[in-house]
T-cell receptor, first 115, second 115 residues
Framework: AQKITQTQPGMFVQEKEAVTLDCTYD???????LFWYKQPSSGEMIFLIY??????QNATEGRYSLNFQKARKSANLVISASQLGDSAMYFC????????????FGAGTRLTVKP | KAGVTQTPRYLIKTRGQQVTLSCSPI?????VSWYQQTPGQGLQFLFE???????NKGNFPGRFSGRQFSNSRSEMNVSTLELGDSALYLC??????????????FGPGTRLTVL
């Protein structure tokens, strides 16, 4: 079975500072993908970044980077230079290569950026 | 390129009624997945359609059904609505790359309220 755990229900960060959102996972799939999504209050899920289980390097997308530690089964999201618009719910998700698009989500972390 | 669109954005129904939600994927995407989001259960996978065929199904009762048309547009139907069906229903589309996890792009969601 696949499981995603996000242990931080809420986080605060000062504008322009960096913040790390934690995500650990458990899976028996040999090949899988890890995703981070942002959900503003409007409700739409916005794709941020993807890491494949066989990728050697950590994924980066602009101000977002994914700190992937396969042995520890963790896939933390790092947001650099936080902006007020980064305030939102952030979800870590996983899908297995053999499970189609059945994606499992964590409970989410609510990030609040303070001016 | 236009994103995933969902209609309607908001719905209010009463118990026992049925409802149909619609999703138009990103042009060129052939896979459409549906998710239910509630405060209590979080984000849960309902089902995935690819090439007009249901490829995966989550753990939901048979009252939840869907279909996909030849143009990849998808509809989701919920019959005999219950109060617990009140949720944000999110549709996601993807290319459905063979042999690997697929990045899913979400629509704005349909917020269903059952009275």
């Amino acid at each position: 079975a696949q499981k995603i755990t996000q242990t931080q229900p809420g986080m605060f960060v000062q504008e322009k500072e960096a913040v790390t959102l934690d995500c650990t996972y458990d899976t028996s799939d040999p090949s899988y993908g890890l995703f981070w999504y942002k959900q503003p209050s409007s409700g739409e899920m916005i794709f941020l970044i993807y890491q494949g289980s066989y990728d050697q390097q950590n994924a980066t997308e602009g101000r977002y980077s994914l700190n992937f530690q396969k042995a520890r089964k963790s896939a933390n999201l790092v947001i650099s230079a936080s902006q007020l618009g980064d305030s939102a719910m952030y979800f870590c998700a996983m899908s297995g290569a053999n499970r189609g698009n059945d994606m499992r989500f964590g409970a989410g972390t609510r990030l609040t950026v303070k001016p | 390129k236009a994103g995933v669109t969902q209609t309607p954005r908001y719905l209010i129904k009463t118990r026992g009624q049925q409802v149909t939600l619609s999703c138009s994927p990103i042009s060129g995407h052939r896979s459409v997945s549906w998710y239910q989001q509630t405060p209590g259960q979080g984000l849960q996978f309902l089902f995935e359609y690819f090439s007009e065929t249901q490829r995966n199904k989550g753990n939901f009762p048979g009252r939840f059904s869907g279909r996909q048309f030849s143009n990849s547009r998808s509809e989701m139907n919920v019959s005999t609505l219950e109060l617990g069906d009140s949720a944000l229903y999110l549709c996601a589309s993807s290319l459905r790359v063979a042999g690997g996890p697929d990045t899913q792009y979400f629509g704005p969601g349909t917020r269903l309220t059952v009275l």
